[in-house]
């Protein structure tokens, strides 16, 4: 029996021309590999709603730190998400970081 009231979600990349959809309950996001923004993985936004995606180049300088980087090489710090109604700021962390015990 088909469910005709599945939470289908659509979802669209303002960098590439990924589509995807998700049947899933609640709030939640897409991401994906993006060529737009040089393989980061950056997340997706719901059909319909103009946002932007862009990704922050880290400014300080990388010593030991194991660091999300971008398909040229450059160091990224997040991606945010612009939308209408706020921001969404995806941080990728670096993996380095001595004594997070949390
Ligand atoms: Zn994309």
Known sequence: ?????SP??????????LTDVTVEV?????FHACPGLKGLT?????A???????AVERQDFVAN????????GTPVMSVTTTRDDGNDVAVYAPTATAGANV
Request: hydrophobic share 35%; with cysteine.
């Open 8 to 17: 289908e979600r659509r979802w669209v990349c303002p960098n590439c021309t």
């Open 42 to 46: 950056a997340p997706m936004v719901p």
């Open 26 to 30: 609640g709030q939640h996001s897409r």
């Open 48 to 54: 319909g709603m103009s946002a932007k995606v862009e």
């Open 1 to 5: 029996m088909p469910h005709l009231l």
């Open 65 to 72: 730190e194991i660091v999300t980087v971008d398909g040229d």
